[in-house]
């Protein structure tokens, strides 16, 4: 038998407890991906071909690197914070719920850091 009353055992608890953290960060990342995704697109349109050495060229220019993994990360991590809220709402089994999320992250990272190094490899050379 508990000496608390009924408001103070749910005081703290529910849906507002983590929930904003995760609301406002995707929030933020969104609004930082329509700026970045206007600039690659538009340079990417300026540029005079497509082929292997203009996109070298193009990323080896410093400001057109930085913005690309810079592009690349905030693209993984709204897209990580998505699809784990897919997971913490839909998966029920708490075992199941724990190896879809740690998977998950894993390959999240993997795919991002993968795709920096390719940017970085590009940009720099071999």
């Known amino acids: 038998?508990?000496?608390r009353s009924p408001l103070g055992r749910v005081l703290g608890l529910g849906s507002a407890k983590a929930g904003t953290d995760h609301?406002?960060?995707q929030r933020v990342s969104a609004v930082a991906?329509?700026?970045l995704s206007l600039w690659f697109v538009i340079s990417l349109l300026a540029?005079?071909?497509l082929d292997y050495s203009t996109v070298?060229?193009?990323?080896?220019?410093?400001?057109?690197g930085f913005l690309a993994v810079l592009l690349v990360a905030?693209?993984?991590?709204h897209s990580y914070l998505g699809t784990n809220e897919v997971i913490e709402d839909y998966v029920h089994?708490?075992?199941v719920k724990l190896f879809w999320l740690l998977l998950l992250r894993f390959l999240y990272v993997l795919v991002g850091g993968a795709s920096i190094f390719a940017i970085l490899r590009v940009a720099f050379g071999s």
Do not use: D, K, N
């Open 1 to 3: 038998m508990s000496l």
């Open 23 to 25: 609301w406002w960060a």
């Open 33 to 35: 991906l329509i700026p």
């Open 47 to 49: 540029l005079p071909a």
């Open 56 to 64: 070298r060229a193009w990323l080896s220019f410093p400001l057109s």
């Open 74 to 77: 905030v693209l993984t991590y």
């Open 93 to 95: 089994a708490a075992g």
